[in-house]
């Protein structure tokens, strides 16, 4: 399961990142050749197995390219916070996690977006760490 989805959510905001973000107002622009360079980070994390530095990879664009608080940004955050915790790093996902949940209030609202969720994946993070 962690898998196909968390590639799916990879890939999906890598998609959206190359595909669209000359549609949308880019928070900086980012060159083609920067662009290039995270699919190809991406693919070899991916064909490694490494799928958390692989999201790493297209969230670090995506905050460039979108803004932190993008919707994008902030779904990234919190799968690269999840797969920190599913990968038994705690602590590191607790910080990635309450960032995500800091960009959730910020983009949707305290309640909007992933926020029962993050939230409930930051009480795991603790619980463990």
């Given amino acids: 399961m962690k898998t196909s989805v968390s590639l799916a959510w990879a890939l999906a905001g890598l998609c959206w990142i190359i595909g669209s973000a000359h ?3 880019p928070e900086h622009e ?3 050749e ?19 530095t692989a999201v790493w ?16 940004t902030v779904k990234l955050t919190h799968r690269y916070g999840f797969l920190l915790l599913e990968d038994g790093e705690y602590r590191e996902a607790t ?7 800091e960009r959730s209030t910020a983009a949707f609202g305290e309640s909007g977006g992933d926020a029962f969720e993050i939230n409930m994946n930051i009480a795991f993070a603790y619980s463990k760490s």
């Fill in 23 to 25: 549609a949308v107002e």
């Fill in 30 to 32: 980012v060159s083609d």
């Fill in 34 to 52: 920067e662009r290039l360079r995270v699919i190809a980070e991406y693919d070899a994390a991916v064909a490694r197995g490494d799928l958390t």
């Fill in 57 to 72: 990879h297209v969230l670090g664009l995506s905050e460039k390219a979108l803004g932190e608080n993008a919707p994008e």
């Fill in 95 to 101: 910080k990635v996690l309450k960032t995500a949940l």
